[in-house]
C-alpha cells in the first residue's frame, strides 16, 4: 500500500520555467521530508517540515506542509539543469522506527 | 562531515553466490536501514535496525539477512543471490526521535549474472 503518493511521476520543462510537484496521503505525518537524489548516488535531504501550515524556502525551492500535515509541495522557480534529478518526499510516523516513502519525482530541466 | 559508507560502488557476482555488502556510518545514529530501489518502484525497506543486534524485517526480506554487531556497522547478507536481486541498494542511518532525517550511503549497483 503506497502511503504516500507523488506527482506528477516524471516531469520534463525547459529551463526557466517554474513546476510543483505533490506528495499527497490520507494518513497524518509527525513530519515530511524532501530528498533529491542524482544519478548513482543516494537520496541527500533537502529539508525538513514539521508544523501544519510551514513553509521553508531554500533558494528557489519553496517547501510547504499542508494544514492538516497530511499533504506536502515542492515549489522550484525559474528551474536551471542542476536542479535536475529524482525528487523523493517521506513521512515520519510516530508509531514506527520507518520513514514512508513517496515513490518520486523524476525531474528533467533542459537548457 | 558526517557520512554514511557503502563498502562497493559496483558488484557483479553468479547466482547462487552468497553475498555481503557492508555499510558504516560516523554519526553514532541509532536506526539503520537497507533498501533496494528499482526504477517505477521507488525505495523498498529490506531490514532495518534499531539498536545493536536488534533487526526488523521490512517490505520484501525474502532473500536477505542481516547483521548489526556493532553500532557503526551494518551488513546485508544476500544467502544465494538470484538474478531477481539485481538491483541498486541503498544503505542509510538516522536518529531516533520526530524528525529522524535519513543519510544515505552512495549505494551499491549489483548486478547477478
Known amino acids: 500500500t503506497q502511503l504516500l503518493e507523488q506527482s506528477p511521476q516524471f516531469l520534463s520543462i525547459q529551463e526557466g520555467e517554474n513546476l510543483t510537484v505533490y506528495c499527497n496521503s490520507s494518513?497524518?505525518?509527525?513530519?515530511l521530508q524532501w530528498y533529491r537524489q542524482e544519478p548513482g548516488e543516494g537520496p541527500v535531504l533537502l529539508v525538513t517540515v514539521v508544523t501544519g501550515g510551514e513553509v521553508k524556502k531554500l533558494k528557489r525551492l519553496t517547501f510547504q506542509f499542508g494544514d492538516a500535515r497530511k499533504d506536502s509541495s515542492l515549489h522550484i522557480t525559474a528551474a536551471q539543469p542542476g536542479d535536475t534529478g529524482l525528487y523523493l518526499c517521506?513521512?515520519?510516523?510516530?508509531?514506527?522506527?520507518?520513514?514512508?516513502w513517496g515513490a518520486g519525482t523524476k525531474l528533467i530541466i533542459k537548457p | 562531515d558526517v557520512k554514511v559508507t557503502q563498502s562497493s560502488r559496483y558488484l557483479v557476482k553468479r547466482t547462487g553466490e552468497k553475498v555481503f555488502l557492508e555499510c558504516v556510518q560516523d554519526?553514532?545514529?541509532?536506526?539503520m536501514f537497507w533498501y533496494r530501489q528499482d526504477p517505477g518502484l521507488g525505495l523498498r525497506l529490506i531490514y532495518f535496525?534499531?539498536?545493536?543486534?536488534?533487526?526488523e524485517k521490512g517490505d520484501i526480506p525474502e532473500g536477505y539477512s542481516v547483521s548489526r554487531e556493532k553500532k557503526e556497522r551494518f551488513s546485508l547478507i544476500l544467502e544465494s543471490a538470484s538474478t531477481n536481486q539485481t538491483s541498486m541498494y541503498l544503505c542509510a542511518s538516522s536518529r531516533r526521535g520526530m524528525r529522524r532525517e535519513a543519510f544515505f550511503g552512495q549505494g551499491t549497483r549489483l548486478t547477478v549474472v
Open positions: 517521506a513521512g515520519v510516523k510516530n508509531s514506527n522506527y520507518q520513514l514512508i
Open positions: 494518513s497524518v505525518f509527525s513530519s
Open positions: 554519526m553514532d545514529h541509532e536506526n
Open positions: 535496525s534499531y539498536d545493536v543486534k536488534m533487526k
